[in-house]
Structures are given as structure tokens and as C-alpha cells.
Nanobody
């Protein structure tokens, strides 16, 4: 059984910074990718950033240059540093791990953490 525990988030004024972290625990055979998604009220969940096996990263256009995703392989932890936050970044942020399992891969989600940016 794999569990993802998120931390960070909160309330910040526009232009401020927040950082998120997500640690995976349990039996992990391998990680294909890890990343962050967000869902604002009334909107679909969207990819914010991810790291693919090998280290390549992808960012949503709306966060490029402001957010940075990183990982600590030894700790099975992924981080999201969010700078120059805007009110439109307000959402529930979910970490996501794509893990190798016996017969392929499986997606795991964190519990979600609220990020609120005030104007």
C-alpha cells in the first residue's frame, strides 16, 4: 500500500511565495513520474508540473517561470516552489505519483492542499 502525504499550502497575498511537498511511503518498486495538479472551483483538474523518469520536467504555460518542481529520490518526495503567486493560482493542489507495479503502472493521489492567493 502506498500513501502520499502533502504538506504546505495556505493563504498568501499576490506576489508572494509558497512551497508544497509530497512524500510517498509504502512499498515502491519504481517511480515513472511525479507531479502536481490543481483544481479550482468549477474547473477541471489540470496539470501544473511534473517530473518524468530521467529528470525531464513539464510545466503548464500559466506557471512557467514562476513555479519550480523538484524531487528528492532518497526521500521519495516531490516539491513545488511557487513564486510570484497570482489570484488565479488559487486552487486545491494534488500531488500525483505514477508508480511501477507488478503488472504495469498505477496512479496515486495525495489528499489535496488548499492554496489561496488574495489580491
Amino acid at each position: 500500500q502506498v500513501q502520499l502525504v502533502e504538506s504546505g499550502g495556505g493563504l498568501v497575498q499576490a506576489g508572494g511565495s509558497l512551497s508544497l511537498s509530497c512524500a510517498a511511503s509504502g512499498t515502491i518498486f519504481g517511480i515513472n513520474a511525479m507531479g502536481w495538479y490543481r483544481q479550482a472551483p468549477g474547473k477541471q483538474r489540470e496539470l501544473v508540473a511534473n517530473i518524468i523518469i530521467g529528470g525531464s520536467t513539464n510545466y503548464a504555460d500559466s506557471v512557467k517561470g514562476r513555479f519550480t518542481i523538484s524531487r528528492d529520490n532518497a526521500k521519495n518526495t516531490v516539491y513545488l516552489q511557487m513564486n510570484s503567486l497570482k489570484p488565479e493560482d488559487t486552487a486545491v493542489y494534488y500531488c500525483n505519483y505514477n508508480l511501477r507495479v507488478a503488472l504495469g503502472s498505477r496512479m496515486y493521489w495525495g489528499q489535496g492542499t488548499q492554496v489561496t492567493v488574495s489580491s
